[in-house]
C-alpha cells in the first residue's frame, strides 16, 4: 500500500524559509514522479512543484518558481520542497501526491495523481 505523509510546515514570518518533507512507504519514489501542490481556502487545489522519475528533471509553478527547490533524497524514500522568500500568498495546505503509474510524466492538475498525503499546513504572516 503506498503511502505519503508531509512534514515540516509551520508557521514563518515572510521572507523566511521552511523545507517541507514527504515521506514514502510503499514505493521506491526514484521510479514515479513526485510533486508538491497545495490549497488556501476557498482557492483551487494548485501545482506547486514535481519532479520527473529517473532523470531528475523538474517543473515548478510560475508563483513559486525562483523561490521553491523539489528535490529527492539521495539515499531514502523522501522528497524535498525547499521553500525560500515566502509571502503571506504562499499559506496553505501542501499536500505531497504521486500518481498510479511509474516513469509517467510530470502533469500539474490535481486528477492526474491518485496517491496523495494528508496534507501540512503552511502559514506564512506578514
Known amino acids: 500500500q503506498v503511502r505519503l505523509l508531509e512534514s515540516g510546515g509551520g508557521l514563518v514570518q515572510a521572507g523566511e524559509s521552511l523545507r517541507l518533507s514527504c515521506t514514502v512507504s510503499?514505493?521506491?519514489?526514484?521510479?514515479?514522479?513526485m510533486a508538491w501542490f497545495r490549497q488556501a481556502p476557498g482557492k483551487e487545489r494548485e501545482f506547486v512543484a514535481g519532479i520527473n522519475a529517473g532523470d531528475e528533471t523538474t517543473l515548478y509553478g510560475r508563483s513559486v518558481k525562483g523561490r521553491f527547490t523539489i528535490a529527492r533524497h539521495k539515499t531514502e524514500n523522501i522528497v524535498h520542497l525547499q521553500m525560500n522568500s515566502l509571502e503571506p500568498d504562499d499559506s496553505a495546505v501542501y499536500y505531497c501526491?504521486?500518481?498510479?503509474?511509474?516513469?509517467?510524466?510530470?502533469?500539474?492538475?490535481?486528477?492526474?495523481?491518485?496517491?496523495w498525503g494528508q496534507g501540512t499546513q503552511v502559514t506564512v504572516s506578514s
Open positions: 510503499g514505493r521506491t519514489v526514484r521510479f514515479y514522479v
Open positions: 501526491a504521486s500518481p498510479e503509474s511509474s516513469f509517467a510524466p510530470i502533469k500539474v492538475t490535481p486528477d492526474s495523481y491518485q496517491h
